[in-house]
């Protein structure tokens, strides 16, 4: 009787500490993904902001374009 207590007892702590093992794990998983979420959204919002600082800096070139082609011509 006592062997079969033993075991019991032995089977419910290496249940728990399975358990236990398994739900800490599994938050730390979710606490990862949720950093990295974060990071790809922070990516994201670059990349949208992307084509917008192209054609602003597209923009600027010919303005500058311009400014030297008039300071040519006065020039000449």
Known sequence: M???????ISLLGTL???????????KLTNYRIEQLEKRVAEHNHFAMRLPVLE???????RYIDGLERSTNEGKN
Request: proline share 0%; charged share 10%.
């Open 16 to 26: 728990g500490g399975s358990l236990g093992g398994i739900l800490v794990s599994s």
């Open 2 to 8: 006592n062997e079969l207590i033993i075991s019991v």
């Open 55 to 61: 054609e602003q800096v597209k923009t600027a070139f």
